[in-house]
Nanobody, 126 residues
Framework: QLQLVESGGGLVQPGGSLRLSCAASGFTLDYYVIGWFRQAPGKEREGVSCISSSDSSTYYADSVKGRFTISRDNAKNTVYLQMNSLKPEDTAVYYC???????????????????WGQGTQVTVAS
C-alpha cells in the first residue's frame, strides 16, 4: 500500500537547478522520515539528504550541503529536493525512500530504508 513516486528529473547544464518531487500514497508523511538517495552508473547507491517527521530536521551529505535543500508539504503528502549549482558529478538516478522504523540511526544509509520509489534521472552536462 505504501508507494513513493519521484518526478522532476531531466537534463540541466552545470550551475543550473532542478526540483525533484517525491509523492507518497498509502501513508502520511507526518510520521515518516523521508530520504533522497542517488546512484550513478557503476557506483553504489548513496544518501543525499533526509528530513525528519517530528521536527523537520534535515540532513545532507557533505557533497551537496549548501547546494541542495530538502523540504516537505504535508498537505500534499510530498517531499521536495531543490538542487542548485548542479555539477556533472551530481548526475545519477535519484530515489526517495522511507524507513519502516520511525527514526533510523544512520539516516543517509540505504539499508535503513524499506520503501523505495522507481527513481528519476538527473543529468548535468554542457
Amino acid at each position: 500500500q505504501l508507494q513513493l513516486v519521484e518526478s522532476g528529473g531531466g537534463l540541466v547544464q552545470p550551475g543550473g537547478s532542478l526540483r525533484l518531487s517525491c509523492a507518497a500514497s498509502g501513508f502520511t508523511l507526518d510520521y515518516y522520515v523521508i530520504g533522497w538517495f542517488r546512484q550513478a552508473p557503476g557506483k553504489e547507491r548513496e544518501g543525499v539528504s533526509c528530513i525528519s517527521s517530528s521536527d523537520s530536521s534535515t540532513y545532507y551529505a557533505d557533497s551537496v550541503k549548501g547546494r541542495f535543500t530538502i523540504s516537505r508539504d504535508n498537505a500534499k503528502n510530498t517531499v521536495y529536493l531543490q538542487m542548485n549549482s548542479l555539477k556533472p558529478e551530481d548526475t545519477a538516478v535519484y530515489y526517495c525512500a522511507a524507513p519502516f522504523i520511525a527514526d533510523p540511526i544512520e539516516k543517509l544509509l540505504p539499508y535503513e530504508y524499506d520503501y523505495w520509489g522507481q527513481g528519476t534521472q538527473v543529468t548535468v552536462a554542457s
